[in-house]
Structures are given as structure tokens and as C-alpha cells.
């Protein structure tokens, strides 16, 4: 059994996060308070990062709740110094970063021929500036302190396939998503930092509630969307976290610059 490595001797060794720390941007939305409370439960050390002061203060009690520790800090990464003092305050929290989860977005819908450009500009400046100015920051500290870091942007199904529901803004934005994790995984590669993300289809979240209403827009939208997924329901949060700790753990070590689509289907239905 000499030969036999400590991942082969202890399969769920290769998903170990504890004592890593890992800044999550976004960490007030469904998808960055899910990663919040899986990682924190699982001993990852976290700095939780959002915009909403009252929301963000709830997701650090949840945490803190689960047995989690974390630090929280009301701010967006809407400039490069915003990104800076947010890697900064990570490191006067615990003096290193290990992981990076890019989860925060935004959208607003409307055709391009009704859509105002600066509406168009806003979901494109959260979803893309904003990721682009973390990456910089967090990737130049990880090439600098030798650190093998692990990266996880927030994509969708969008980045590959258009909707007729006017989301020219959103999805060029989650292209664009795509083309960043690809671009940064080739970067970086030769320094051991691995760059991914994962694309949903819908899933239930504060900003596709109304999706779940009782209503015409709501039930025509739900049967547009399953009407593509081969599973037969929309997603949770909780369909996404297995997606997530793999990607956060050494059990991804030798994967870089994929784009995970967590969707039912949809992508092959």
C-alpha cells in the first residue's frame, strides 16, 4: 500500500477546505450565501462581501450559526481600489487568501431596442468590471506570494445560449463571464491557480422569484424553461454546492478553465 496516495487511501480527503480562507463577493444573493454556509460549516475560514449592509449582517449570522467563522464587509467591487481594500481587509482578517468566489451579479431586463444604454452598461459593469477587478486583484496577490489559489466566477447557461426574454444585457455579460474564467485559467496556469465557473439554468434565488409566482408571466416563463430540461424542475441552490466545494477543493486541482453547467439538461436538451 506504499504506492497508494493519501486522496486514494481517504477519497473525501480531496474535498477538505478546512482552515482555508476564502473571500465571496455577492455573499448577501442565493448563490454566495450557499457557498457562505457550505464552506463555513466545513471550516473554511471566510470574508463575506457585499453591498447590502442589513443582508450581508443576516448571511454572518447564519454562518456564525452553522459553527462557521467569517468576516463580513459592506462594499462593492465597483472600482479597483473597492477590490483592494476588500483583499486587504481579508488579509488583516487572517493574513492570506486561498480561495476567491465571484458571486456577485445583476440584471435588468428589456429588448435592445427598448433597453437604455446606460441600463445595458450597469448589469455589464456588476457583471463583468466588477469580477475583472477582483481577478486582477486576488490573482496578482496569488502570483506574488506563490499561493496555487482557486478562483469560481458565477456564469449561466446565458454565456452560451441567447433568450428571448430581452436579456441582451445579461448574456453578454455571462459570455463575457466565460471568456474571463478561460483567458485567466490559460494565464495563470503555469502558477498553479485554477479558474472556473458554473453556469446554472434557473434556480431560485430572490431575483427569479417571480418565475414562481402564481401568475401568467410567472407559469409561462416556469413552462418555457422546463420545457428544456431534461430533469423536469427548475434548481435550487443546494443543486449547486457539490459543483462548488469541488471546484474550491483539491479534488479540482488538475481542472482549469471549465465552464460547469449545473442545469438539468438544459445545455443538451
Not at 487511501?9 to 457562505?36: K, N, Y
Not at 486587504?88 to 445583476?106: H, K, M, N, P, T
Not at 428571448?164 to 502558477?191: F, H, M, P, Q
Request: with cysteine.
Amino acid at each position: 500500500m506504499d504506492d497508494v496516495s493519501l486522496h486514494l487511501r481517504d477519497p473525501l480527503s480531496m474535498f477538505e477546505v478546512r482552515g482555508r480562507v476564502a473571500i465571496i463577493t455577492g455573499a448577501s444573493g442565493a448563490f454566495g450565501r450557499a457557498c457562505a454556509l457550505m464552506l463555513g460549516a466545513l471550516g473554511n475560514k471566510l470574508v463575506l462581501v457585499s453591498g447590502s449592509e442589513r443582508e450581508l449582517a443576516g448571511v454572518l449570522r447564519d454562518v456564525e450559526s452553522c459553527g462557521g467563522e467569517a468576516f463580513a464587509m459592506t462594499r462593492r467591487p465597483d472600482s479597483l481600489k473597492d477590490s483592494e481594500s476588500i483583499r486587504d481587509f481579508a488579509l488583516d482578517c487572517y493574513g492570506r487568501i486561498d480561495q476567491l468566489v465571484i458571486a456577485s451579479g445583476f440584471n435588468k431586463a428589456g429588448f435592445i431596442q427598448d433597453l437604455d444604454y446606460e441600463d445595458w452598461q450597469t448589469v455589464m459593469d456588476a457583471n463583468v468590471r466588477g469580477p475583472w477587478y477582483m481577478a486582477k486583484t486576488v490573482g496578482t496577490y496569488w502570483i506574488e506570494q506563490e499561493i496555487k489559489g482557486k478562483m469560481l466566477l458565477m456564469s449561466s447557461v446565458r454565456g452560451r445560449h441567447g433568450a428571448n426574454s430581452g436579456y441582451t444585457g445579461y448574456c453578454t455579460s455571462k459570455g463575457a463571464t466565460d471568456a474571463l474564467t478561460r483567458v485567466l485559467a490559460t494565464e495563470w496556469g503555469k502558477y498553479g491557480i485554477t479558474v472556473n465557473a458554473i453556469a446554472p439554468t434557473v434556480f431560485r434565488s430572490n431575483l427569479t422569484a417571480w418565475i414562481w409566482a402564481d401568475d401568467p408571466i410567472g407559469e409561462a416563463t416556469r413552462k418555457r424553461s422546463l420545457s428544456r430540461i431534461p430533469l423536469g424542475r427548475l434548481g435550487e441552490v443546494e443543486d449547486l454546492m457539490g459543483m462548488a466545494l469541488y471546484l474550491l477543493s483539491p479534488a479540482s486541482d488538475f481542472c482549469t478553465g471549465q465552464i460547469m453547467y449545473v442545469d438539468g439538461g438544459f445545455t443538451v436538451g
